[in-house]
Protein backbone atom coordinates (compact mmCIF):
# COMPACT_ATOMS: atom_id res chain seq x y z
CA UNK A 1 0.00 0.00 0.00
CA UNK A 2 0.91 3.47 -0.35
CA UNK A 3 0.35 4.73 3.75
CA UNK A 4 3.24 6.45 5.70
CA UNK A 5 2.74 6.13 9.26
CA UNK A 6 2.07 9.19 11.39
CA UNK A 7 1.91 7.61 14.42
CA UNK A 8 4.54 8.72 17.25
CA UNK A 9 7.45 6.19 16.29
CA UNK A 10 7.47 6.48 12.61
CA UNK A 11 8.09 10.84 12.43
CA UNK A 12 11.45 11.17 11.33
CA UNK A 13 12.99 14.39 13.61
CA UNK A 14 15.59 16.57 11.90
CA UNK A 15 18.63 18.26 13.84
CA UNK A 16 21.05 20.76 13.92
CA UNK A 17 24.30 20.79 15.74
CA UNK A 18 25.35 24.07 16.61
CA UNK A 19 28.81 23.69 17.96
CA UNK A 20 32.39 25.00 17.31
CA UNK A 21 34.26 22.09 18.75
CA UNK A 22 34.60 19.52 15.57
CA UNK A 23 35.40 16.52 17.76
CA UNK A 24 32.78 16.99 19.75
CA UNK A 25 30.11 17.33 16.70
CA UNK A 26 31.26 14.95 14.67
CA UNK A 27 30.54 12.10 17.94
CA UNK A 28 27.11 13.79 18.77
CA UNK A 29 26.42 13.75 14.65
CA UNK A 30 26.95 9.95 14.77
CA UNK A 31 25.25 9.43 17.75
CA UNK A 32 22.23 10.85 16.85
CA UNK A 33 22.48 9.17 13.65
CA UNK A 34 22.74 5.90 15.40
CA UNK A 35 19.29 6.51 17.29
CA UNK A 36 17.37 7.15 14.07
CA UNK A 37 17.50 10.84 13.60
CA UNK A 38 18.71 12.81 10.74
CA UNK A 39 21.13 15.83 11.48
CA UNK A 40 20.47 18.57 8.91
CA UNK A 41 23.41 20.51 9.62
CA UNK A 42 26.67 21.45 11.45
CA UNK A 43 27.44 25.26 11.92
CA UNK A 44 29.87 26.69 14.37
CA UNK A 45 28.48 30.91 14.52
CA UNK A 46 25.12 32.82 14.64
CA UNK A 47 25.34 33.85 10.82
CA UNK A 48 25.74 30.01 10.05
CA UNK A 49 22.84 29.08 12.49
CA UNK A 50 20.31 31.03 11.02
CA UNK A 51 20.97 30.19 7.21
CA UNK A 52 20.59 26.53 7.96
CA UNK A 53 17.08 26.83 9.96
CA UNK A 54 16.05 28.70 6.93
CA UNK A 55 17.26 26.19 4.25
CA UNK A 56 16.75 22.93 6.32
CA UNK A 57 13.62 23.58 8.86
CA UNK A 58 15.10 21.68 11.94
CA UNK A 59 12.85 20.40 14.21
CA UNK A 60 15.14 20.26 17.09
CA UNK A 61 18.22 22.44 17.77
CA UNK A 62 21.41 21.02 19.72
CA UNK A 63 22.95 24.76 20.92
CA UNK A 64 26.74 24.70 22.58
CA UNK A 65 26.59 27.66 24.74
CA UNK A 66 29.86 29.37 24.19
CA UNK A 67 31.03 29.46 20.47
CA UNK A 68 34.39 31.24 19.57
CA UNK A 69 33.97 33.68 16.99
CA UNK A 70 30.26 34.25 17.54
CA UNK A 71 27.86 35.41 19.65
CA UNK A 72 27.04 32.61 22.77
CA UNK A 73 24.33 30.09 22.34
CA UNK A 74 22.05 32.08 24.88
CA UNK A 75 21.86 35.43 22.18
CA UNK A 76 21.60 32.89 19.33
CA UNK A 77 18.14 30.95 20.78
CA UNK A 78 17.39 34.96 22.04
CA UNK A 79 17.13 35.22 18.56
CA UNK A 80 15.79 32.23 16.83
CA UNK A 81 13.25 32.56 19.74
CA UNK A 82 12.27 35.49 18.14
CA UNK A 83 11.41 33.99 14.62
CA UNK A 84 10.30 30.39 15.35
CA UNK A 85 9.45 27.97 17.93
CA UNK A 86 11.69 25.33 17.71
CA UNK A 87 12.94 23.61 20.74
CA UNK A 88 16.48 23.72 22.35
CA UNK A 89 18.93 21.73 24.15
CA UNK A 90 21.46 23.80 25.44
CA UNK A 91 25.02 22.03 25.85
CA UNK A 92 27.60 23.30 27.79
CA UNK A 93 30.74 22.73 29.63
CA UNK A 94 29.45 25.23 32.15
CA UNK A 95 26.83 24.38 34.91
CA UNK A 96 27.38 27.38 37.12
CA UNK A 97 24.31 29.68 38.72
CA UNK A 98 24.46 32.28 35.84
CA UNK A 99 24.96 30.51 33.19
CA UNK A 100 22.20 28.06 33.97
CA UNK A 101 19.86 31.39 34.90
CA UNK A 102 20.44 32.57 31.79
CA UNK A 103 20.19 29.94 29.95
CA UNK A 104 16.82 29.27 31.44
CA UNK A 105 15.45 32.47 30.88
CA UNK A 106 15.01 31.24 26.90
CA UNK A 107 13.05 28.39 28.18
CA UNK A 108 14.78 25.73 26.45
CA UNK A 109 13.94 22.23 25.66
CA UNK A 110 16.70 20.91 27.56
CA UNK A 111 20.64 21.50 29.26
CA UNK A 112 23.24 18.83 28.88
CA UNK A 113 26.51 18.83 31.06
CA UNK A 114 29.86 18.56 28.72
CA UNK A 115 31.16 15.84 29.07
CA UNK A 116 27.76 14.09 28.67
CA UNK A 117 27.54 10.09 27.67
CA UNK A 118 25.53 8.78 24.97
CA UNK A 119 22.81 7.74 27.24
CA UNK A 120 22.51 11.28 28.06
CA UNK A 121 21.93 12.33 24.85
CA UNK A 122 19.69 9.34 23.69
CA UNK A 123 16.98 10.59 27.10
CA UNK A 124 17.22 14.50 26.49
CA UNK A 125 16.68 14.17 22.50
CA UNK A 126 14.17 10.83 23.04
CA UNK A 127 12.16 13.12 25.61
CA UNK A 128 11.53 16.33 23.45
CA UNK A 129 10.93 14.20 20.23
CA UNK A 130 8.82 12.01 21.60
CA UNK A 131 6.64 15.75 22.83
CA UNK A 132 7.61 17.01 19.07
CA UNK A 133 6.05 14.08 17.70
CA UNK A 134 2.81 13.66 19.75
CA UNK A 135 2.27 17.54 18.86
CA UNK A 136 2.41 17.13 15.07
CA UNK A 137 0.43 14.58 15.85
CA UNK A 138 -2.67 16.52 17.96
CA UNK A 139 -2.39 19.22 15.20
CA UNK A 140 -2.97 16.48 12.52
CA UNK A 141 -5.99 15.36 13.67
CA UNK A 142 -6.99 18.82 15.03
CA UNK A 143 -6.83 20.27 11.51
CA UNK A 144 -8.00 17.72 9.21
CA UNK A 145 -11.21 17.37 7.44
CA UNK A 146 -13.45 14.44 6.56
CA UNK A 147 -13.77 13.27 3.28
CA UNK A 148 -15.70 9.79 3.25
CA UNK A 149 -15.25 6.21 4.95
CA UNK A 150 -12.39 7.28 7.17
CA UNK A 151 -10.51 9.06 4.52
CA UNK A 152 -9.42 13.00 5.69
CA UNK A 153 -7.39 15.66 4.24
CA UNK A 154 -5.57 18.99 6.01
CA UNK A 155 -3.85 21.76 4.31
CA UNK A 156 -0.69 22.55 6.06
CA UNK A 157 2.39 23.42 4.29
CA UNK A 158 0.39 21.65 1.16
CA UNK A 159 -2.38 18.77 0.76
CA UNK A 160 -2.10 16.25 2.84
CA UNK A 161 -4.23 12.99 2.38
CA UNK A 162 -4.80 10.52 5.41
CA UNK A 163 -6.27 7.46 5.66
CA UNK A 164 -7.48 7.20 9.53
CA UNK A 165 -4.14 7.81 11.16
CA UNK A 166 -1.64 6.83 8.12
CA UNK A 167 -0.55 9.32 5.96
CA UNK A 168 -0.97 8.64 1.83
CA UNK A 169 1.97 9.31 -0.26
CA UNK A 170 0.91 11.30 -2.96
CA UNK A 171 2.95 12.72 -5.65
CA UNK A 172 2.76 16.49 -6.96
CA UNK A 173 0.36 15.94 -9.67
CA UNK A 174 -1.89 13.67 -7.58
CA UNK A 175 -1.88 16.64 -5.05
CA UNK A 176 -2.97 19.25 -7.53
CA UNK A 177 -5.52 16.46 -9.16
CA UNK A 178 -7.09 16.45 -5.29
CA UNK A 179 -6.60 20.14 -4.46
CA UNK A 180 -8.93 21.08 -7.79
CA UNK A 181 -11.95 18.23 -6.50
CA UNK A 182 -11.67 19.51 -2.59
CA UNK A 183 -12.20 23.06 -3.54
CA UNK A 184 -14.80 21.98 -5.39
CA UNK A 185 -16.77 20.92 -2.20
CA UNK A 186 -18.02 17.52 -4.22
CA UNK A 187 -19.41 19.50 -7.69
CA UNK A 188 -18.08 18.01 -10.63
CA UNK A 189 -14.90 20.06 -12.37
CA UNK A 190 -14.70 19.55 -15.89
CA UNK A 191 -11.85 18.07 -17.29
CA UNK A 192 -10.40 21.02 -19.33
CA UNK A 193 -10.08 22.79 -15.58
CA UNK A 194 -8.32 19.60 -13.83
CA UNK A 195 -5.88 20.09 -16.45
CA UNK A 196 -4.98 23.54 -16.77
CA UNK A 197 -4.97 23.72 -12.94
CA UNK A 198 -2.21 20.67 -13.09
CA UNK A 199 -0.13 21.54 -16.32
CA UNK A 200 -1.44 25.37 -16.86
CA UNK A 201 -0.91 26.06 -20.90
CA UNK A 202 0.97 22.68 -21.38
CA UNK A 203 -0.29 20.39 -23.94
CA UNK A 204 -0.63 17.20 -22.87
CA UNK A 205 -1.64 13.38 -24.27
CA UNK A 206 -5.12 12.24 -23.94
CA UNK A 207 -4.01 8.95 -21.65
CA UNK A 208 -1.85 11.13 -19.23
CA UNK A 209 -4.50 12.58 -17.06
CA UNK A 210 -6.32 9.27 -17.77
CA UNK A 211 -3.00 7.39 -16.25
CA UNK A 212 -3.28 10.04 -13.09
CA UNK A 213 -6.74 9.12 -12.76
CA UNK A 214 -6.23 5.72 -12.64
CA UNK A 215 -2.79 6.24 -10.04
CA UNK A 216 -3.97 8.11 -8.26
CA UNK A 217 -7.33 5.52 -7.57
CA UNK A 218 -5.32 2.72 -7.06
CA UNK A 219 -4.13 4.03 -3.72
CA UNK A 220 -7.90 4.14 -2.33
CA UNK A 221 -9.90 1.33 -0.90
CA UNK A 222 -12.81 3.41 -1.59
CA UNK A 223 -14.49 5.42 -4.22
CA UNK A 224 -13.33 8.03 -3.31
CA UNK A 225 -13.25 10.12 -6.84
CA UNK A 226 -16.28 10.08 -9.51
CA UNK A 227 -16.43 10.12 -12.82
CA UNK A 228 -18.57 11.28 -15.14
CA UNK A 229 -17.44 10.58 -18.74
CA UNK A 230 -17.05 13.53 -21.29
CA UNK A 231 -17.70 15.71 -18.06
CA UNK A 232 -15.35 15.38 -15.39
CA UNK A 233 -14.97 14.43 -12.09
CA UNK A 234 -16.03 14.87 -8.53
CA UNK A 235 -14.92 14.00 -4.89
CA UNK A 236 -16.93 12.14 -2.82
CA UNK A 237 -17.68 13.84 0.48
CA UNK A 238 -18.98 12.31 3.74
CA UNK A 239 -22.31 13.96 3.50
CA UNK A 240 -23.32 13.52 0.18
Known amino acids: MYYKKIEVD ?40 MKSILDNKPDIILM ?7 INGIEISKKINEKDSIPIIFV ?8 VANA ?11 PFNRNDLKTTINLVAYKLQKNLK ?4 INRQKLSSNYYYSFEE ?8 QEISITKNERLFLEVLIKAKGTTVPFESIEHYIWGN ?39
Open 64 to 70: DIFLKNS
Open 92 to 99: SAYCDDET
Open 138 to 141: EKII
Open 158 to 165: HLKIYYET
Open 10 to 49: FIMIKILIVEDETIVALDTKSTLKKLGYEVTDIVTNYEDT
Open 202 to 240: NSISDSTLRTLLYRLRSKFNHQLIETSPSLGCRLNFEDD
Open 104 to 114: VATEPAGYLVK
